[in-house]
C-alpha cells in the first residue's frame, strides 16, 4: 500500500523559532501534497494545497508568510512554521496524492508541535 | 461547497453489539465520500470510500457504510464492536470546488465500545 511518512512526530521549540516539518510519500509519486492541522478533539482543516514544482494554495486566514510550504519533488514537502508562538501548537497531519491507483489521499502519521 | 456532518460527538456501544457512527452529506453533483479513524495521536486510516455503484460500501476492519441518496446520509455500521474500534471516526466529502480535490471532514464522532 502507500505510505506517508512525516517527520519528526513530536517536536517541542521555544517561542520566535521556525520549525520544519517534513511529509514524504515513500513508494509512490506524490503529486498533489496537503497539509492539515487539527487542534485538541477536533476535525482536520485544510490549511494548503501544493502540486510539485509550484507554489502553494493557501486557505483563506492561512498565513502564507507564517507558514512556508515546499514541495520541491514528488516525494517530499516541507512544512515551516516561521517565528512560532504558543497558539501555533497543534498537530500538523499531511497526506500526498499520487495518480493513478494511488490518485485517493495516503496521511501521514502527523506531527504534535509545541511551542514553548 | 461541499460539507458532511457527523451529529453525535459521542456514540457509546457494548462489545459485541452493532454500532453505527452517522454522517449528512450536503453536496452538488455525485458526492465522492469516505470514512476514516484516528486513534490518539496518530495520523488518519482509511476505512472506505463510496464513489459509485452499489450502495453498501465495505471497507477495512469489518467496517461497512451504505449510502442513502434520499437521506443524503452516509452513516458507518458494524455488526459486532470489539474494545479495540474505540477511536475517533470522521467522515468526509472530496471537495471538488478546489483545485486540489481536497477533503472538507466532519467534527469527528468519538466511538467508545466498553467490554
Known amino acids: 500500500g502507500a505510505v506517508v511518512s512525516q517527520h519528526p512526530s513530536r517536536v517541542i521549540c521555544k517561542s520566535g523559532t521556525s520549525v520544519k516539518i517534513e511529509c514524504r510519500s515513500l513508494?509512490?509519486?506524490?503529486?498533489?501534497m496537503f497539509w492539515y492541522r487539527q487542534f485538541p478533539k477536533q476535525s482536520l482543516m485544510l490549511m494548503a494545497t501544493s502540486n510539485e514544482g509550484s507554489k502553494a494554495t493557501y486557505e483563506q486566514g492561512v498565513e502564507k508568510d507564517k507558514f512556508l510550504i515546499n514541495h520541491a519533488s514528488l516525494t517530499l514537502s516541507t512544512l515551516t512554521v516561521t517565528s512560532a508562538h504558543p497558539e501555533d501548537s497543534s498537530f500538523y497531519i499531511c497526506?500526498?496524492?499520487?495518480?493513478?491507483?494511488?490518485?485517493?489521499?495516503?496521511f501521514g502519521p502527523g506531527t504534535r508541535l509545541t511551542v514553548t | 461547497a461541499q460539507s458532511v456532518a457527523q451529529p453525535e460527538d459521542q456514540v457509546n456501544v457494548a462489545e459485541g453489539n452493532p454500532l453505527t457512527v452517522k454522517c449528512t452529506y450536503s453536496v452538488s453533483g455525485n458526492p465522492y465520500l469516505f470514512w476514516y479513524v484516528q486513534y490518539p495521536n496518530r495520523g488518519l486510516q482509511f476505512l472506505l470510500k463510496y464513489i459509485t455503484g452499489d450502495n453498501l460500501v465495505k471497507g477495512s476492519y469489518g467496517f461497512e457504510a451504505e449510502f442513502n441518496k434520499s437521506q443524503t446520509s452516509f452513516h458507518l455500521k458494524k455488526p459486532s464492536a470489539l474494545v479495540s474500534d474505540s477511536a475517533l471516526y470522521f467522515c468526509a466529502v472530496r471537495d471538488r470546488s478546489g483545485s486540489g480535490y481536497a477533503l472538507n471532514f466532519g467534527k469527528g464522532t468519538s466511538l467508545l465500545v466498553t467490554p
Open positions: 497526506s500526498a496524492r499520487g495518480t493513478g491507483l494511488h490518485y485517493e489521499q495516503y
Open positions: 513508494d509512490f509519486q506524490a503529486t498533489t
